[in-house]
Nanobody, 127 residues
């Protein structure tokens, strides 16, 4: 059974940093992009960041570019989202996910193209 487990969410003040982690199990994901999405109350999930299946490229939403960094972990099928200079508008539930298409050249930014999802972790940025 495939399982994605996130950790690292919490409550911080504007300008602080957080690091989200995701660990996948149940199958091999080395040929699939890994990513992060977030969801505001009453809104659709939106793309935050992704890393290409081979780690050769990373992709970011304009709203987080320069502040967030996605990276694969040393352990197999783990990845991270380092979030720096957090803003109140970053407050959301964050989900890690793996893409549906094997070795896709450019990861999709559409949630329906992502096959497996974590349970979500709350990030709250408030003074």
């Amino acid at each position: 059974q495939v399982q994605l487990v996130e950790s690292g969410g919490g409550s911080v003040q504007p300008g602080d940093s957080l690091r989200l982690s995701c660990a996948a199990s149940g199958r091999a994901f080395s040929s699939y992009a890994m990513g992060w999405f977030r969801q505001y109350p009453g809104k659709e999930r939106e793309f935050v960041a992704a890393i290409k299946w081979n780690g050769a490229a990373t992709y970011y939403a304009d709203s987080v570019k320069g502040r967030f960094t996605i990276a694969r972990g040393v352990a197999k099928d783990t990845w991270y989202l380092q979030m720096n200079n957090l803003k109140p508008e970053d407050t959301a539930i964050y989900f890690c996910a793996t893409e549906s298409h094997r070795q896709r050249n450019n990861p999709s930014r559409t949630p329906k193209d992502w096959a497996y999802w974590g349970q979500g972790t709350q990030v709250t940025v408030s003074s």
